[in-house]
């Protein structure tokens, strides 16, 4: 007797379901589906398609395989850039410090965990004995900025950047807010000019959570745009072009 796929027990032909992917037989009671799902999946011309959860992970799997894939490629044109930037510079590149597939995937990583992320500049902070005070506060502060951007959430955390100095009561170390995905994430961002028709947060900047080997992009970027404005070029201005901040003309088309 064939066995179900999750549970292991025995099966029988009325009361069972087969995955489109793997072919395996599953219980109808084991695969969590509805009576309407499971009225679908009876139809001939249906598009509905059932997937068992070690196929249902599977194919979890490969999309994120995908999304890396596409990052490293990012990043691959990322250093393609810097290193063609260098070599107009005439600057000698040591071929040990370039960075390595480990590298990339440690930069994939860390770009992953920040996606999520947002940080908020020139945000008052309450001097309270009390760190759990402190800490509801803050979080009290940021879920009202982020009402006035249109974005409903409520399972977020704030944390405070740098060292906190007790002697100064003119404190506004910068706000990580770390928030459930980066959809709501880039949202707050896209939104952000919003903050400058409040009284109350019209000097606060938000920005996203960048990896260092972006701020050092970026650095780099802005060092050459003001080179080249110093050195008389008034058209020209930061363009990110496959997520790579790039100096180009306005008016021009980049590749």
Same mark, same amino acid.
Do not use: W
């Given at each position: !007797?064939? %066995?179900?796929?999750?549970?292991?027990? $025995?099966?029988?032909?009325?009361?069972?379901?087969?995955?489109?992917?793997?072919?395996?037989?599953?219980?109808?009671?084991?695969?969590?589906?509805?009576?309407?799902?499971?009225?679908?999946?009876?139809?001939?011309?249906?598009?509905?398609?059932?997937?068992?959860?070690?196929? %249902?992970?599977?194919?979890?799997?490969? #999309?994120?395989?995908?999304?890396?894939? *596409?990052?490293?490629?990012?990043?691959? *044109?990322?250093?393609?850039?810097?290193?063609? *930037? !260098?070599?107009?510079?005439?600057?000698? /590149? +040591?071929?040990?410090?370039?960075? +390595?597939?480990?590298?990339?995937?440690?930069?994939? *990583?860390?770009?992953?965990?920040?996606?999520?992320? &947002?940080?908020?500049?020139?945000?008052?902070?309450?001097?309270?004995?009390?760190?759990?005070?402190?800490?509801?506060?803050?979080?009290?502060?940021?879920?009202?900025?982020?009402?006035?951007? +249109?974005?409903?959430?409520?399972?977020?955390?704030? /944390?405070?950047?740098?060292?906190?100095?007790? %002697?100064?009561?003119?404190?506004?170390?910068?706000?990580? #807010?770390?928030?459930?995905? $980066?959809? &709501? @994430?880039?949202?707050?961002?896209?939104?952000?000019?919003?903050?400058?028709?409040?009284?109350?947060?019209?000097?606060?900047?938000?920005?996203?959570?960048?990896?260092?080997?972006?701020? =050092?992009?970026?650095?780099? @970027?802005?060092?050459?745009?003001?080179?080249?404005?110093? @050195?008389?070029?008034?058209?020209?201005?930061?363009?990110? &072009?496959?997520?790579?901040? =790039? #100096?180009?003309?306005? $008016?021009?088309?980049?590749?």
């Amino acid at each position: !007797m064939t %066995s179900c796929a999750i549970c292991n027990n $025995g099966l029988t032909p009325e009361k069972e379901i087969t995955c489109d992917m793997c072919r395996n037989y599953i219980h109808i009671t084991c695969s969590g589906l509805s009576r309407t799902e499971l009225q679908c999946l009876k139809n001939k011309d249906r598009k509905l398609s059932f997937h068992c959860p070690t196929c %249902s992970d599977l194919k979890l799997q490969l #999309v994120k395989l995908h999304e890396l894939t *596409s990052t490293v490629g990012a990043l691959e *044109s990322e250093l393609r850039i810097l290193k063609e *930037s !260098m070599t107009s510079r005439d600057v000698k /590149i +040591d071929p040990i410090k370039v960075p +390595d597939v480990e590298c990339i995937i440690q930069e994939v *990583s860390d770009r992953q965990r920040r996606k999520n992320n &947002i940080i908020l500049y020139n945000v008052s902070e309450n001097v309270l004995n009390n760190r759990n005070d402190q800490v509801a506060a803050d979080k009290e502060l940021v879920g009202e900025l982020l009402q006035m951007l +249109d974005v409903s959430v409520d399972n977020f955390r704030t /944390i405070r950047l740098g060292k906190f100095d007790s %002697s100064r009561t003119d404190m506004k170390r910068p706000i990580k #807010v770390c928030l459930p995905d $980066g959809d &709501i @994430a880039s949202k707050a961002f896209q939104r952000r000019q919003k903050l400058r028709t409040s009284d109350k947060f019209k000097n606060v900047f938000l920005v996203k959570d960048k990896t260092p080997m972006q701020l =050092k992009l970026y650095r780099e @970027a802005r060092q050459e745009l003001l080179t080249r404005k110093a @050195a008389g070029e008034t058209d020209v201005y930061i363009k990110y &072009i496959n997520d790579v901040p =790039k #100096v180009v003309k306005a $008016g021009r088309p980049e590749n």
